[in-house]
């Protein structure tokens, strides 16, 4: 469900432009296989993105949980004990996905979230609100901002990232809206409006790309 809404996004992006010159998505992974966390940041550190954005449906503990909500990294808690809950279960993919992220060296954990500057996580706000008031729009929100808790993906340092949850499919109203085609198109029609705003107001640095 999530990868359509992906692969709309990103038809909407390859067919845009800013300030004339033409914009390009990549995804992470066009198929439904597991991406380690550290290799999607890596990907998008690969390609010098000047945007980051990681797009999902979590299963929350109960099925009252509803509406969609956006995150930026934070360095100093979350925003929330949702939040927190969201974050633990994300990272816990890569255990999942067959990558013991324990065995790690701490001090190298440690150094990649220290890189993560305060810089990053305050375009990452920037973008997350307009994002934000952009699926505002034609969804339910979960909470009325940008949340921020530790999600490993947005750890990149010099990437705006930024995590939508579009919707809770433990809840069974909202798992029914995000398998509408027709729902699918609105939600990658709110992200693409809410980028081109974000880059109206923060052009993309000028860079010399080497893909």
């Known amino acids: 469900m ?4 992906a692969h709309l996004l990103r038809e909407r992006i390859n067919a845009a432009s800013i300030g004339g010159n033409p914009m390009r998505a990549y995804l992470t992974r066009d198929d439904d296989y597991f991406v380690p966390l550290g290799t999607r940041v890596e990907k998008a550190r690969r390609v010098q993105a000047d945007l980051f954005v990681s797009i999902h449906a979590d299963a929350f503990t109960t099925p009252s949980a509803n509406g969609a909500s956006v995150f930026a990294l934070s360095q100093s808690g979350a925003s929330s004990s949702a939040a927190r809950w969201l974050a633990n279960k994300e990272n816990q993919s890569d255990l999942v996905g067959g990558l013991n992220v324990r065995t790690q060296d701490r001090h190298v954990q440690s ?49 705006p990232s930024v995590l939508v949850e579009t ?9 029914a809206k995000l398998r509408s085609a027709a729902y699918q198109v609105q939600l990658a029609d709110a992200l693409m409006r809410g980028i081109t705003r974000y880059f109206a107001k923060n052009p993309p640095l000028a860079r010399n790309r080497t893909v």
């Open 167 to 175: 919707a809770f499919i433990s809840n069974p109203e909202e798992e």
């Open 2 to 5: 999530v990868l359509k809404v």
């Open 111 to 159: 150094a990649l979230l220290d890189m993560s500057t305060t810089a990053q996580i305050n375009d990452s706000l920037k973008l997350g609100s307009v994002l934000l008031g952009e699926i505002g729009g034609m969804a339910k929100l979960h909470k009325p901002r940008v949340e921020q808790a530790g999600f490993a993906v947005l750890k990149a340092p010099d990437i």
